[in-house]
């Protein structure tokens, strides 16, 4: 695990798929899911406002974006009401191992911040024994 930027590990090629948790309480959203938002012009904002996404606990959804003749993908998962406390609902961490390993991404991106550190190292041990090697950059 290393730390970087998420918009220099999403821009610059070091990983092609980032983890975003989503509270279904605050909007904006906060955190990575802000940053990425801003830069891609409103298109998570666009998409909770669609109910395409809630940020409801065990809410996973998936979220391609073309960049610069690139595919981004962003996992947003739903962290409930409870966003602060900076871990995921049990319900929603079920369903980010489903995708995770369906998804198949060999580079993944995840906010220590906004994720914590428990959820962080779970999603870490999932990556670890998918059947491809996949690699986790950490944004402090």
């Not at 904002?45 to 809410?59: D, F, K, Q, T, W």
Request: glycine content about 12%; proline content about 5%.
């Amino acid at each position: 695990m290393i730390e970087i930027p998420p918009t220099r590990a999403l821009f610059e090629g070091v990983a092609d798929a980032w983890i975003l948790g989503l509270s279904s309480s605050e909007r904006p959203s906060r955190g990575v899911a802000g940053i990425l938002d801003w830069h891609f012009k409103g298109l998570i904002s666009r998409s909770l406002e669609a109910g395409i996404v809630s940020g409801a606990p065990g809410e996973c959804g998936y979220l391609p974006i073309t960049h610069q003749g690139r595919t981004l993908h962003l996992l947003l998962v739903g962290l409930g009401s409870t966003a602060r406390t900076r871990t995921l609902p049990a319900s929603t961490l079920e369903a980010l191992e489903k995708n995770l390993e369906t998804l198949g991404r060999s580079a993944w991106g995840v906010s220590l911040q906004d994720l914590g550190e428990e959820t962080v190292r779970r999603i870490g041990k999932s990556l670890g024994s998918s059947q491809t090697e996949a690699r986790l950059w950490i944004s402090p």
